[in-house]
């Protein structure tokens, strides 16, 4: 691959940076580059993944959901990895690349906390040093989240800066490596930044997908009409939908929709016609933002912490550009009817990420009357209950 095509998506990607970490991370890209090669690797990732993350996760018929609706739903169960979502598989993969470039310290942001949790939890694991910056903000609205990460031996710094949430949280945890990068590793939490960390994080969570075909071939003989997954920066997703992408199979990414398609009160970064989308680079990377006019990145809203970031991984930008994943939007409150759907019908607390995949199926029932449709389940909704609040 030449050097200007590494990391690109079509026009998306790409390593958009400061001089002192170009070198890290080629570095990092030849580490990953010889570990994805190397058998000793995967095999030792594999074991945990087995034994510690508890995969395969289970793909469950969620047959009271599937009457309620009037199409047959499978379930991909993430929510039943340690730790409680998807994030874990990307940590662990990235933690043993760490102990494999003979790092021992790491940094990582967080927004809800789920990623500074995952690698709070990968850190104890393999007796690497962790500290997790977070803005003060979400620590507040986080907090059970961030005395976990405290119990699992991480150290959590509040950010003050900009909006004290996750996208300041990102910039902290930069400055950290720039200032450290000969002992310290980013562990970057999503399908975002620059190369390789999209290429890479995919290729993580890659084994949703590989897991998801052969078990729902075994279930149905067959192959699933839609596949739906929530859109954060997009790593449940593209870890779905990677095994699948040559199939004849709809691929439905579901982008929070927040209050309203005002500037400020979502992040739906396809919306069409939403104010403020367009294409510019953040955090190193060439993509979908929301901005003002003048380029600056718009505040974010979600009912969900994990969706609420202004940009998305480059991969699903050219995904979005060639047709191949369909995004959509869901409001907060057809997110939060989806948590209590579930709930009554199959005994399960989505994620409330996870729900907007869920809320999208209900919606386009009528669409997919008869259909076979399998949805991501990124997470479970026990971190979310102080945001549920009673039955509905
Ligand atoms: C973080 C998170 C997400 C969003 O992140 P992606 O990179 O878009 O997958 C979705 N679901 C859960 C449960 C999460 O914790």
Redesign the pocket.
């Known amino acids: 691959m030449t050097k200007a095509a590494q990391g690109r998506f079509g026009p998306y990607g790409g390593t958009f940076v400061p001089e002192t970490l170009m070198e890290p991370l080629r570095e990092l890209a030849e580490a990953y580059e010889a570990a994805r090669r190397d058998k000793a690797f995967q095999a030792e990732l594999r074991r945990l993944l087995r034994d510690y993350v508890g995969r395969p996760t289970p793909l469950s018929r969620a047959d009271r959901l599937s009457e309620e609706l009037g199409c047959r739903v499978l379930l991909k169960r993430?929510?039943l990895c340690h730790t409680?979502?998807?994030?874990i598989n990307n940590a662990l993969g990235q933690a043993l690349l760490v102990k494999r470039m003979g790092k021992k310290r790491v940094v990582a942001e967080t927004?809800?906390g789920?990623?500074g949790v995952a690698s709070a939890t990968v850190c104890a694991l393999l007796g690497l040093e962790c500290v997790v910056y977070m803005g003060r903000e979400d620590m507040e609205r986080q907090s059970p989240n961030v005395h976990r990460m405290r119990l699992l031996g991480a150290e959590v710094r509040a950010v003050d800066s900009g909006s004290r949430t996750l996208k300041d949280a990102i910039n902290e945890a930069m400055r950290d490596w720039v200032t450290n990068v000969r002992t310290t590793h980013y562990l970057l939490?999503?399908?975002?930044g620059a190369h390789p960390y999209p290429s890479m994080?995919r290729d993580f969570?890659g084994v949703i997908g590989q897991e998801a075909r052969a078990q729902v071939r075994e279930q149905t003989g067959g192959l699933p009409d839609v596949l739906v997954?929530?859109?954060?920066?997009?790593?449940?997703?593209?870890?779905l939908f990677g095994a699948f992408l040559d199939d004849p199979c709809a691929l439905v990414g579901v982008e929070a929709g927040g209050r309203s398609s005002e500037p400020g009160q979502h992040a739906a970064r396809f919306l069409p016609g939403a104010s403020g989308a367009g294409v510019g680079v953040l955090h190193g990377t060439r993509t979908y933002l929301l901005q003002d006019d003048a380029g600056n990145v718009l505040p974010t809203h979600s009912i969900?912490?994990?969706?609420d970031?202004p940009a998305?991984?480059p991969e699903h930008a050219q995904l979005h550009d060639s047709g191949r994943v369909r995004y959509e939007s869901v409001r907060d409150h057809e997110a939060l009817e989806a948590f209590h759907l579930l709930a009554a019908t199959e005994g399960i607390l989505p994620?409330?990420?996870?729900s907007h995949a869920l809320a999208w199926v209900s919606r386009a029932r009528e669409a997919l009357r008869g259909r076979t449709v399998l949805v991501n389940l990124?997470?479970?909704g026990d971190?979310d209950l102080a945001v549920v609040g009673g039955p509905a």
């Open positions: 993430e929510d409680g979502a998807h994030k927004g809800a789920q990623h939490g999503s399908v975002l994080v969570h997954a929530c859109v954060g920066g997009g790593s449940n997703a593209i870890g969900s912490a994990g969706l970031y998305v991984g994620a409330l990420e996870s990124s997470g479970r971190k």
